[in-house]
């Protein structure tokens, strides 16, 4: 394929890079932060907005649905509008979206505000990826960069609760939202004075039945994967899954038949792509599930209230911010094959040391940090993404990899959660009333709560076996598909 660099309007301070990735990396901090703190706002939320058990679902999986489904065409159209203006639209509607929170009043107001900010996220995220292709040039630089976004990522979702809980004590759960607003404010002016423009020379062209085929089958298989994990199989989700499926199909092969796709499929030929993909699924699944199942294990289990259980998680963001910065130059020094390989080996013996280590809390702090060291392969991971596309693909690159977030923080919470769920049931006695069974939430103040609390502890040192081996076979992929020889460099269009 024929390598075109992209249209880029230079602003006045885009001969700062660093500055520009402090704005992306700070943004893609606020809008992280934003999706774990809901967790915490909930029982608050439930509580003042009489939502039910359905609406609370909608309240949750509304925004992973709407970001899942417009990933595509919004980033396709963001290399024909131009990036920076697609982020910055992005912002304003996110801050939008969260200021209208003072004006919610019923289940129904809640769920448009999450689904609003499901598309300022759809905006946001890719867009921070492609401007960071743009920007950093330099392969080793832009390693470097994506290390440092990737370790934002991480840090967000394991402060989220921490600023979730503080906020919580103070003020009502408002507050969750409204954070954002002065945040984004803040990230739109830095925007319009930091970063530089970048549109594709090449723009995928944006067809209505594309959007449909995308969107619709994306978002189809999100909520049939998240129905599936809550009530188990059934014909209705086994037919939404295959009609997902069928969609995506459709779409990809409409794509390798055009010669300007949304979407360039075409990226996936290569293995180094696919190796990054890999990499930052299992990254991604092992660490959602860590924090979802961990925090239950911390408030439930251990009785801690939810400001103390956030700050007990930040030895995974304590982690990620100290690999993350050497993960390129060791890369650089010996292969990107080798550190990728050895940080999805890190985070596997941290997720075994949740598995096998005792359920004391000095322990788990210490099996959280060696995982949060172990997601610096998050930033490689990528870097060889980005690295396979040239100015032109880095959209559809951008894509590539939201999606494969969303789907990890999908599958870590469906399918690991559900088999915490199910080792949590095994292990209780047949003679447990419904509500115990349920969870073990419900088992606090009862006489059942500590065969309860031992069976969740199981549950949770389960997750951690399968969540290191999902990291360790990973692992092996990645070595299998990079070269021996591939740099960083090699990467660079």
Do not use: C
Request: hydrophobic share 55%; net charge neutral; no cysteine.
């Amino acid at each position: 394929m024929t390598t075109v660099q992209s249209r880029s309007t230079r602003t006045p301070g885009s001969t700062h890079p660093w500055w520009a990735l402090a704005v992306l990396a700070s943004s893609l901090f606020v809008v992280v932060i934003d999706m774990t703190v809901l967790n915490v706002a909930m029982p608050a939320m439930v509580e003042d907005l009489h939502l039910s058990s359905v609406s609370q679902l909608w309240v949750v999986d509304v925004y992973a649905l709407v970001l899942a489904g417009l990933l595509i065409p919004i980033t396709s159209l963001a290399d024909r509008w131009g990036r920076k203006r697609m982020l910055v639209a992005g912002y304003t509607l996110f801050a939008v979206g969260s200021l209208a929170v003072l004006w919610v009043d019923s289940p129904g107001s809640v769920i448009a505000i999450r689904a609003l900010l499901g598309v300022g996220g759809a905006m946001i995220m890719p867009s921070t990826l492609s401007l960071i292709r743009v920007v950093f040039p330099d392969a080793g630089q832009r390693a470097l960069a994506l290390s440092i976004w990737g370790a934002t990522a991480a840090a967000g979702a394991a402060i989220g609760p921490v600023v979730g809980g503080a906020l919580l004590e103070a003020f009502s759960w408002h507050a969750a939202f409204l954070l954002n607003v002065p945040l984004m404010v803040l990230a739109i002016v830095g925007a319009v004075w930091l970063l530089p423009e970048s549109r594709s020379a090449r723009p995928g062209r944006i067809d209505v039945l594309g959007v449909l085929l995308s969107g619709g089958g994306t978002a189809l298989l999100v909520y049939a994967v998240k129905d599936l994990g809550k009530h188990g199989p059934s014909y209705i989700t086994l037919a939404l899954v295959a009609i997902g499926a069928i969609a995506v199909a459709v779409f990809v092969r409409r794509s390798l038949h055009q010669p300007a796709p949304m979407l360039d499929v075409r990226l996936f030929a290569s293995p180094v792509l696919r190796a990054g993909v890999v990499a930052a699924l299992a990254s991604s699944i092992a660490m959602i599930a860590v924090l979802f199942v961990g925090s239950q294990w911390l408030q439930v289990v251990v009785g801690w209230g939810p400001l103390r259980s956030g700050v007990a998680l930040l030895p995974l963001a304590v982690g990620a911010m100290i690999a993350t910065p050497f993960a390129p130059a060791l890369a650089a020094r010996t292969s990107p094959r080798l550190v990728l390989t050895g940080g999805l080996g890190v985070l596997a013996l941290g997720l075994a040391a949740i598995a096998v280590l005792p359920m004391s809390y000095p322990l788990m702090a210490v099996a959280f940090a060696i995982t949060g060291l172990g997601t610096a392969a998050l930033g490689l991971a990528s870097a060889l993404i980005m690295g396979s596309a040239n100015d032109d693909q880095a959209g559809s690159a951008a894509a590539i990899e939201e999606i494969t977030y969303e789907l990890g923080a999908v599958i870590g919470i469906t399918f690991l959660g559900s088999l915490a769920a199910a080792t949590y049931r095994a292990g209780l006695p047949t003679d447990v009333s419904a509500t115990v069974r349920e969870s073990v939430a419900g088992a606090v103040g009862t006489d059942w709560f500590p065969v309860a609390a031992e069976s969740f502890v199981r549950a949770f040192s389960t997750v951690g076996a399968a969540s290191a081996l999902l990291a360790a076979v990973a692992g092996w992929v990645v070595w299998r598909l990079v070269p021996p020889s591939h740099q960083l460099s090699d990467s660079d269009h």
